[in-house]
């Protein structure tokens, strides 16, 4: 199956409304009171409002793709086929910021093609930017072109590390992190920050995001593999094309346990 421009032009509006009427609910539910369960560690945290998000979406796209197959952060694989297409879902991305009145989180939903992600939108409720892409489609933020920073040296740089890996000395580029890898790398496809790195993410956390960064112009790949698969977690890094190289050596030099 390959899908034409046109086709992958009308599922990207159709999922935006999608991740639009979702994240508007989450947006009516936020500073409330919200209580949340650990799923593997105290930072591993998950809401009744995950768990609803999620089954809308399930719930809307069967009724629009009823061929296509899903993978969602909370329930796993349904209805997939090997070597068709599916969607792969994070209905709150940054889940530990919203059930703790942090405005940081977005909802995540990709189609993906044998291991390839065909188109992405994001939408971060709290600052109601709709990130959209499809494949060499270009990306767009809330309808109007978007391009990565032209930074081009390191120490001029705004990197998203992740705090608890990256402790060692460093240049004197600054740091920041959202706690949403979502908000992350679509910040750096709209050129708010010049890279991102982690050293493990789950398919969710990266696929539309990542697509989005592509179609933008910025690259994004493994360390390990220098490419990048939605089938599998995977470290990742994404940056414009101008410190992309010089931003990988620098972060392969600095310890082992990064890859």
């Known amino acids: 199956m390959i899908f034409s421009p046109q086709e ?4 990207t509006t159709s999922v935006s409304s999608i991740a639009l009427e979702v994240g508007e609910m989450l947006a009516k539910e936020f ?11 105290p930072h591993d945290v998950v809401t009744k409002f995950d768990k609803e998000s999620e089954e809308i979406i399930y719930k809307k796209l069967k009724a629009l793709y009823p061929n296509f197959g899903f993978l969602g952060e909370e329930k796993g694989y349904r209805d997939y086929i090997e070597g068709e297409p599916y969607w792969i ?3 709150i991305d940054g889940t530990l910021n919203f059930a703790n009145n942090i405005p940081a989180f977005a909802v995540s939903i990709a189609l993906v093609y044998h291991n390839k992600s065909q188109l992405g939108v994001c939408y971060i409720p709290m600052t109601k930017e709709l990130f959209t ?13 978007i391009q990565p920073s032209e930074t081009k040296n390191l120490d001029h740089a705004i990197f998203a590390l992740p705090p608890d890996q990256i402790t060692f000395k460093r240049p004197d580029f600054v740091v920041r992190r959202q706690g949403a890898s979502v908000m992350d790398i679509c910040y750096v496809a709209k050129g708010a920050i010049d890279g991102f790195y982690d050293p493990l993410l789950n398919p969710w ?3 539309a995001a990542s697509l989005i960064a592509e179609e933008a112009g910025a690259e994004s790949f493994s360390l390990k593999t220098k490419s990048l698969e ?3 977690k995977s470290d990742i890094l994404v940056a414009n094309k101008n410190i992309s190289q010089d931003f990988s050596m620098w972060l392969l030099k600095q310890s082992s346990n990064l890859i």
């Open 8 to 11: 992958l032009k009308n599922m």
């Open 31 to 41: 500073n409330r009171n919200i209580t949340f369960e650990e799923k593997t560690s």
């Open 89 to 91: 879902i994070d209905p």
């Open 133 to 145: 892409a499809y494949k060499d489609g270009g990306a767009l933020l809330n309808g109007n072109k």
């Open 205 to 207: 956390d990266f696929a």
């Open 230 to 232: 939605t089938n599998k």
